[in-house]
């Protein structure tokens, strides 16, 4: 895998860490915003949520708009390192993972059981029911080499997509202002093309001269107002000094904030919500984007966040608490974007800065580790699955676990085969070039990608009732590991009646209803080939 990096003028500033002190400067600019209240955590509030608009003008703007406009992306940040092996039970190893981790394990008898190697916490059950419809991927043993462990940087590295040696100002979406739209704080676009819900202040969205596009303000009925008169503020009338300068920078960062307070506020008052949220700040954060969403927003890139995954104490109850969330609000997310006929437009993905160490500490907690899963949802997955190998407790760093895929695969990936951006722009706005992982069943079709879904190697499963038994008919393109597992509705499994290989060709499996042990009901049948499954809802009555 070639890696060539991108040094043009105006894109990726990078430098490498001396002392360990590069990256902690102090930047004036955001200081002096501070202190006026203008750009902090909280901003203009839509239904009592702070807002930041990202409008993020640039060759990746022009690549959304030539790409497949329809589709969207939503990053779910689970802020603080989530503990990847208690949210993915590893049971093929659970004696190891018992052992290492005795007072905060998951019990075998509560992990929930997707496939026969792939266990959930079980505060995540909800997501079964996904799972079962197709609409999630599981990809294993995140991260990138030489791990820092530290927040700040390991988050930087995520947002920035530098190596770890290397300290980069500029956020992956935001390196392209100055180059192609230098007059985008005077004519920024109609819509915002990203929007971040909580967490301002993250590189994601920097340029390379600290010009952060999460704008925010603390003032919301000023904010309205200023919309619905169209008064904006003068950035030539000022002083020819710094603080001219910086009044200059403070009235246009507030026009293009009043600018799509408008854009914004027509496209909640035209949505609805029709899922029932967690009352957290989770719960919120979805909710509102579905709204927007259903409200006929433009906007294509969101990030929302999550917080208190930092467990290095007493982390059994309040890991729960975040899994429950995080599972309840996903699967909310997806029915009420269902309900309003655009699930089929959205990925939705969970990022963490770093995973946990693979033993627990002396305060009933893990402590920072390396790498860690990554979970994607959404109907342009094209079916479930596991991506990257299981996690080697008998093989760690000083309990780190080793990581298998490089996040920056995974953005790759997203940005080629989702968004559909141009190949040759992605390898530029991630600085090097990565590999695509064409296993996710992600797709771009007709638009600036020619890839389709290799149809060669469709299972085309058939599962129906005949004489008392549960007939199931698939095609195998090759020899595989098959095995069968039936759930309820809810997404609990009820058993695993097989599981062995199977030969290459048509195959038909019967298994008699009696030693099941169905009551009447809707079930789902699945069919598990090599780690994929594919599902079939069918309805027994007695």
Same mark, same amino acid.
């Given at each position: 895998m070639g890696h060539q990096k991108n040094t043009s003028s105006?894109?990726?500033?990078?430098?490498?860490?001396?002392?360990?002190?590069?990256?902690?400067?102090?930047?004036?600019?955001?200081?002096?915003?501070?202190?006026?209240?203008?750009?902090?955590?909280?901003?203009?509030?839509? $239904?009592?949520?702070?807002?930041?608009?990202?409008?993020?003008?640039?060759?990746?703007?022009?690549?959304?708009?030539?790409?497949?406009?329809?589709?969207?992306?939503?990053?779910?940040?689970l802020k603080g390192g989530n503990d990847g092996l208690n949210t993915i039970i590893p049971v093929h190893d659970f004696g190891t993972y018992q052992a290492q981790r005795p007072d905060i394990y998951v019990p075998r008898n509560e992990a929930v059981d997707l496939t026969s190697t792939l266990s959930?916490?079980?505060?995540?059950?909800?997501?079964?029911?996904?799972? $079962?419809?197709?609409?999630?991927?599981?990809?294993? @043993?995140?991260?990138?080499?030489?791990?820092?462990?530290?927040?700040?940087?390991?988050?930087?590295?995520?947002?920035?997509?530098?190596?770890a040696e290397e300290t980069v100002s500029s956020g992956v979406l935001g390196r392209y202002i100055n180059d192609l739209y230098p007059d985008f704080l005077s004519t920024p676009p109609e819509t915002p093309p990203a929007i971040q819900i909580g967490g301002v202040g993250n590189l994601l969205f920097n340029n390379a001269d600290d010009f952060n596009y999460a704008i925010s303000t603390e003032n919301p009925t000023q904010l309205y107002e200023i919309a619905r008169t169209g008064q904006l503020y003068d950035v030539n009338d000022v002083p020819e000094c710094t603080y001219g300068e910086q009044l200059g920078y403070i009235r246009a960062v507030a026009n293009t904030t009043f600018r799509y307070a408008g854009v914004l506020s027509e496209a909640f008052d035209a949505g609805v919500n029709s899922a029932e949220y967690e009352n957290d700040r989770l719960g919120d954060?979805?909710?509102?984007?579905?709204?927007?969403?259903?409200?006929?927003?433009?906007?294509?890139?969101?990030?929302?966040?999550?917080?208190?995954?930092?467990?290095?104490?007493?982390?059994?109850?309040?890991?729960?608490?975040?899994?429950?969330?995080?599972?309840? $609000?996903?699967?909310?997310?997806?029915?009420?974007?269902?309900?309003?006929?655009?699930?089929?437009?959205?990925?939705?993905?969970?990022?963490?800065?770093?995973?946990?160490?693979?033993?627990?500490?002396?305060?009933?907690?893990?402590?920072?580790?390396?790498?860690?899963?990554?979970?994607?949802?959404?109907?342009?997955?094209?079916?479930?699955?596991?991506?990257?190998?299981?996690?080697?407790?008998?093989?760690?760093?000083?309990? @780190?676990?080793?990581?298998?895929?490089?996040?920056?695969?995974?953005?790759?990936?997203?940005?080629? @085969?989702?968004?559909?951006?141009?190949?040759?722009?992605?390898?530029?706005v991630m600085g090097q070039r990565f590999e695509r992982m064409e296993d996710l069943g992600l797709y771009c079709q007709g638009v600036t990608s020619t890839r389709t879904p290799d149809r060669s190697a469709s299972i085309n499963m058939n599962a129906y009732l005949s004489g008392g038994d549960v007939v199931i008919d698939y095609n195998l393109p090759a020899a595989a590991n098959v095995g069968i597992h039936f759930f309820d509705v809810s997404g609990r499994k009820i058993s695993s009646p097989f599981q062995g290989r199977r030969s290459a060709g048509l195959q038909t499996q019967r298994l008699a209803m009696s030693s099941i042990g169905w009551a009447s009901?809707?079930?789902?049948?699945?069919?598990?080939?090599?780690?994929?499954?594919y599902s079939q809802k069918l309805g027994f009555f007695k």
């Open positions: 105006g894109n990726r500033k990078g430098a490498k860490l001396a002392d360990g002190l590069a990256h902690d400067q102090d930047h004036s600019r955001r200081g002096f915003l501070r202190n006026l209240g203008i750009l902090g955590t909280s901003g203009f509030l839509l $239904n009592k949520l702070p807002i930041g608009s990202l409008s993020l003008s640039s060759p990746l703007t022009a690549a959304l708009a030539d790409g497949n406009e329809d589709r969207v992306l939503v990053l779910i940040r959930l916490h079980p505060q995540l059950q909800p997501l079964s029911t996904l799972w $079962n419809d197709g609409q999630m991927r599981v990809i294993q @043993n995140v991260g990138y080499p030489d791990q820092n462990l530290s927040h700040f940087r390991s988050s930087d590295i995520w947002a920035t997509t530098s190596d954060q979805l909710a509102l984007i579905a709204r927007l969403l259903r409200g006929r927003l433009g906007t294509r890139l969101f990030v929302v966040e999550l917080e208190g995954f930092d467990t290095h104490a007493d982390q059994v109850n309040g890991h729960a608490y975040l899994m429950n969330s995080l599972s309840k $609000n996903i699967t909310a997310f997806y029915n009420d974007l269902a309900d309003g006929g655009i699930d089929e437009r959205v990925l939705g993905m969970t990022f963490s800065e770093f995973g946990r160490r693979s033993y627990q500490n002396g305060s009933q907690g893990t402590d920072h580790g390396a790498a860690a899963p990554l979970m994607l949802f959404g109907k342009g997955l094209n079916g479930n699955g596991t991506t990257g190998g299981l996690a080697d407790l008998q093989n760690t760093n000083n309990g @780190n676990l080793n990581y298998q895929v490089d996040f920056r695969s995974v953005y790759a990936t997203v940005l080629s @085969n989702w968004l559909c951006i141009d190949s040759d722009l992605v390898d530029s009901g809707i079930y789902v049948v699945s069919l598990e080939v090599n780690g994929r499954m």
